[in-house]
């Protein structure tokens, strides 16, 4: 029974040291830093958790065991209560990291420190949201209408270069054929031409065969150009932004 009121008397003083101990004064012209003072709350909130949680009272729920073995019991709230601080800082620890506190609350803080500069006075809702959403996002519509604009032009542009190149390409598929039909005429004629027996039919129809093979070899790629998807149509109209 000695030895329990004496370690009842020691987490007396030591809960007594706990609560007594709190932050350092500070001057009201100094201003501490949000994430400083996160640190300082919690700081505090675990100090008063360990005086609700004293060791008076954790005997007091193990009566029998703290008169068997009072010094295990010390040892087990010891240890009890020093898991019981790590655990809650490892958790705000990981809720800073998942928030990214540190480098919100800096932000915060740098944004009231320019703010205390400013003569002009800060924007203020008028009572009338119609009127706040409308001077919000009228200038927002306007600068992507602005972009939207920009953009159909570009768009426009371009289009009217492929449509002239379809255009070029389309010419000289027509000047080629044209130029085919008439090497095809002069080559009928220089064939009714020759005296029967110059070139027998086996040899016209290979030279008229490679003849027209080279026309298509010409006019292939031209025809897969103009035929090629996504080339815009020549009938086609450009839309605009009004």
Avoid: H
């Amino acid at each position: 029974m000695a030895e329990a009121s004496n370690a009842s008397v020691g987490s007396g003083c030591e809960e007594k040291g706990r609560e007594g101990s709190s932050p350092e004064p500070v001057s009201p012209d100094t201003t501490i830093s949000r994430m400083k003072l996160l640190d300082t709350t919690v700081d505090t909130f675990l100090q008063k958790l360990v005086a609700a949680g004293s060791y008076q009272r954790f005997t007091d729920c193990y009566k029998r065991f703290y008169q068997l073995q009072p010094e295990m019991t010390q040892r087990i709230y010891d240890k009890f209560l020093t898991q019981l601080q790590t655990s809650i800082r490892e958790e705000i620890s990981e809720i800073k990291a998942e928030g990214n506190l540190e480098a919100v609350l800096t932000a915060l803080d740098t944004i009231v420190e320019e703010g205390k500069d400013r003569k002009e006075p800060a924007w203020r809702p008028s009572g009338i949201p119609e009127k706040d959403l409308r001077s919000t996002m009228v200038p927002y519509f306007l600068q992507q209408r602005d972009a939207l604009r920009r953009r159909v032009q570009r768009q426009e542009a371009e289009n009217r270069q492929l449509a002239d190149a379809v255009l070029a390409g389309r010419r000289q598929v027509e000047e080629l054929q044209l130029q085919g039909q008439a090497q095809w005429q002069a080559w009928q004629v220089s064939a009714l031409a020759l005296p029967s027996g110059t070139c027998s039919p086996a040899a016209a129809e290979k030279t008229r065969l490679r003849e027209i093979r080279d026309v298509g070899d010409t006019l292939g790629p031209l025809l897969e150009m103009d035929s090629a998807p996504g080339r815009p149509s020549l009938g086609g109209q450009s839309t605009s932004l009004t």
